[in-house]
Every structure is written in structure tokens, then in C-alpha cells.
């Protein structure tokens, strides 16, 4: 079973920075992608950025670019989101998943985190 644990959510003011961490655990593909993924209250769920094993690929929505940066730490088990400049549009539950490719279609993911909240407000 594979287990995969959000945290560094919280609440922040516009402009502010957060940093996320994602912990995979479990037995996973030896070679898994990582992905961000976020829903707002009365929204679907939306891509953010995803992350190859290597870490030499990265893809990033649109709304994000330029903003959020995506690394990950294979010793560690353990992926990162870094978040700067937010503005209240980012506030939404941030969840990571693991897919045996990297890819922005949240359907090729087969686990995935509780979440964690993310409000930027001031």
C-alpha cells in the first residue's frame, strides 16, 4: 500500500510564500512521477505541476508559472512544492499523487494524499 503525506498548508497574505512537502511511503513503480494537484470550494480538481523521477522534466499550469517551482528528494521520498507570490485564486486544498509517468492528466494517478489547505488571504 502506498501512502503519500502533505504538509507545510497554512494560511498566508497575498504575495506570501508557502512550501509543501509530499512523503511517499509504501511500495510504489520504481520509477513514479509526481504531481500537484489543488481543488478550490465549488471547483474540480486541477493540475499544478508534476515532476519526473529524475526531476529533469517538469510541467506547470498556466496559472502558475513563474511562481511555483517543483523539486523532489528520491532519498528522502519526498517532493516540494515551493509557492511565492500567491494571490487569493491559489487558496484550495493541495493534494500530491504518484503516476508510473509524468503527466499532467490527474486520471494516470494512481494514489493520492489526504491534502492540505492552502489560503491566501489578508
Known amino acids: 500500500q502506498v501512502q503519500l503525506v502533505e504538509s507545510g498548508g497554512g494560511l498566508v497574505q497575498p504575495g506570501g510564500s508557502l512550501r509543501l512537502s509530499c512523503v511517499v511511503s509504501?511500495?510504489?513503480?520504481?520509477?513514479?512521477?509526481l504531481g500537484w494537484f489543488r481543488q478550490a470550494p465549488g471547483k474540480d480538481r486541477e493540475f499544478v505541476a508534476t515532476?519526473?523521477?529524475?526531476?529533469?522534466?517538469?510541467y506547470f499550469a498556466d496559472s502558475v508559472k513563474g511562481r511555483f517551482t517543483i523539486s523532489r528528494d528520491n532519498d528522502k521520498n519526498t517532493a516540494y512544492l515551493q509557492m511565492n507570490s500567491l494571490k487569493p485564486e491559489d487558496t484550495a486544498v493541495y493534494y500530491c499523487?504518484?503516476?508510473?509517468?509524468?503527466?499532467?492528466?490527474?486520471?494516470?494517478?494512481?494514489?493520492w494524499g489526504q491534502g492540505t489547505q492552502v489560503t491566501v488571504s489578508s
Open positions: 509504501g511500495s510504489t513503480d520504481s520509477r513514479y512521477g
Open positions: 499523487a504518484v503516476s508510473p509517468t509524468t503527466t499532467t492528466n490527474p486520471t494516470l494517478y494512481t494514489y
Open positions: 515532476i519526473s523521477w529524475s526531476g529533469h522534466t517538469t
